[in-house]
Structures are given as structure tokens and as C-alpha cells.
Nanobody, 119 residues
Framework: QVQLVESGGGSVQAGGSLRLSCAAS????????MGWFRQGPGKEREEREF???????????YYADSVKDRFTISRDKAKNTIYLQMDHLTAEDTAVYYC?????????WGQGTQVTVSS
């Protein structure tokens, strides 16, 4: 009922930047907060870690300590899209990045986009 499609991943050298996008669609999609999570190499789905979140209005943002001051989350409400600008990337940021949307007790996840940072 809600589809999330991530894009923008890739390979980059340490210190580089990437911008991820997550486009939401579906008949039941409505105005709620959305967030980014990541699953590192060898980690299970249950070990996905929180990266950042943004309120529907965009006025409130939240970050994991590990990415604070390096990553910036934003959204375009007209496009039902959220973004994750990632700067000063390190090898520890290597992971599959997922966006997440929750509604009425159901969590929706995108298919993920791979980010690989080489040192």
C-alpha cells in the first residue's frame, strides 16, 4: 500500500560525498515522519541501525551520533521524497541504506541502496 524506492548509492573514496533519495508512493501514503536506516556488512535485518529521521513538515530532524554533522536529511513534500546528503564519508559508513515509513503499526521499507566507501 506504500512503496518506497531508494536511489543514489554507489562507491566513493573516503572523504567523499553521496546523496540518497527515497521516493514514496501508494494509495495510503500520508503525511508522517520518515527515516533512514542502514545495515552494515554481515549484519542481519534486525541489526539495522538508525541513521536519521525527519518530521513531515521538515522542521524537526534527528541524527545518530555517528553521522551528526556529516549527514543532512531533508524532504520535498510535493514529491513525497526524502534525501540524505552524506559528506565526509568513512569506511564505517559502508552499508545498505534503507528508508522507512511507518503507518498504523506497519513498517514499510524500500529495497535499499548500497553505499561503499573505500579508504
Amino acid at each position: 500500500q506504500v512503496q518506497l524506492v531508494e536511489s543514489g548509492g554507489g562507491s566513493v573514496q573516503a572523504g567523499g560525498s553521496l546523496r540518497l533519495s527515497c521516493a514514496a508512493s501508494g494509495p495510503t501514503f500520508s503525511s508522517k515522519a520518515m527515516g533512514w536506516f542502514r545495515q552494515g556488512p554481515g549484519k542481519e535485518r534486525e541489526e539495522r541501525e538508525f541513521v536519521a529521521a525527519i518530521s513531515w513538515t521538515g522542521a524537526d530532524t534527528y541524527y545518530a551520533d555517528s553521522v551528526k554533522d556529516r549527514f543532512t536529511i531533508s524532504r520535498d513534500k510535493a514529491k513525497n521524497t526524502i534525501y540524505l546528503q552524506m559528506d565526509h564519508l568513512t569506511a564505517e559508513d559502508t552499508a545498505v541504506y534503507y528508508c522507512k515509513y511507518s503507518q498504523r503499526g506497519t513498517d514499510y521499507w524500500g529495497q535499499g541502496t548500497q553505499v561503499t566507501v573505500s579508504s
